[in-house]
């Protein structure tokens, strides 16, 4: 098993920045590929950026693209999310996980469904 604990979310003007964690305790050594998903009120959880344990190669929503930045630090086991040139629209509660089973090499690395673990959420709130 895999725990994952999320931090670093905050409120924060429209245009500022952020910078979200992820650490990973347990069987890290299986973790294929990590995420960050987000939720808003009343509206559905959407992919934010993933990247790969084998290669480092990341991916992110068109939404995001140019704006947020993914990066990991195995010494650590943490996975970061920097969020830059924020806007009201990226208000959510922001959610890491972590594929254990390989089910984003099968092509679903932007779907939760391919994730295995999740965190608690942390709370993104951007002000205009």
């Known amino acids: 098993q895999v725990q994952l604990v999320e931090s670093g979310g905050g409120l924060v003007q429209a245009g500022g920045s952020l910078r979200l964690s992820c650490a990973a305790s347990g069987r890290t050594f299986s973790v294929v590929a990590m995420g960050w998903f987000r939720q808003a009120p009343g509206k559905e959880r959407e992919f934010v950026a993933a990247?790969?344990?084998?290669?480092?190669?990341?991916y992110y929503a068109d939404s995001v693209k140019g704006r947020f930045i993914i990066s990991r630090d195995n010494a650590k086991n943490t996975v970061y999310l920097q969020l830059n040139s924020l806007k009201p629209e990226d208000t959510a509660v922001y959610y890491c996980?972590?594929?254990?089973?390989?089910?984003?090499?099968?092509?679903?690395?932007?779907?939760?469904?391919?994730?295995?673990?999740w965190g608690q959420g942390t709370q993104v709130t951007v002000s205009s």
């Open positions: 990247i790969k344990t084998s290669g480092g190669l990341t």
């Open positions: 996980s972590a594929d254990l089973s390989g089910r984003t090499l099968l092509g679903s690395l932007y779907r939760g469904y391919a994730y295995d673990t």
